[in-house]
């Protein structure tokens, strides 16, 4: 499987010390299977923060039988309860070493944190979350699923 990241930063490694907290499968690497989507990321981040550029990185994973995953076909309530559980409590909340399935991202944010704080009922926000097309994104969240993911290539944009 071919994987994207976008970033503001050159790295030679993935360093699951340095995941940002409170994200939607929790602490981990993400990736997309979505190029255009990367490049997006890469610009928004410098945008937000600078940094020393906007890179793209590939990368291929090999999928391995002993590794534990989750796949989320669509924003569904065992979905938004897993974003709810890693953006409120932090850290990682779950067993997976790889989870796949839509992105909560800036378009759903208000949707999402309505839910969070209680002015959504489950039912509403995933009602207004199907208005949505979702992007999909894949977390690696332990040191053995990244034994599965090599850097093919890493693009200056």
Known sequence: MTLYHGS?????????????????????????????????????????????????????????????????????????????????????????DIIKGPVANDRTTRTISLYIEGVYTAEVALQQLKLFKANDQVSIHTPRALSGLSLKECLSL
Not at 13 to 41: C, H, N, P
């Open 8 to 96: 503001n930063q050159l790295f030679d490694t993935v360093d699951l010390s340095k995941s940002k907290d409170r994200r939607d499968f929790g602490r981990g690497f993400y990736m997309t299977t979505i190029r255009e989507q990367a490049v997006r990321w890469a610009q928004t981040i410098f945008d937000r923060y600078g940094g020393s550029g906007r890179y793209l990185y590939v990368f291929k994973f090999l999928i391995s039988d002993s590794l534990r995953y989750k796949i989320f076909e669509d924003m569904d309530l065992e979905w938004l309860e897993m974003v709810q559980l890693n953006r409120i409590k932090g850290g990682t909340q779950h067993n997976y």
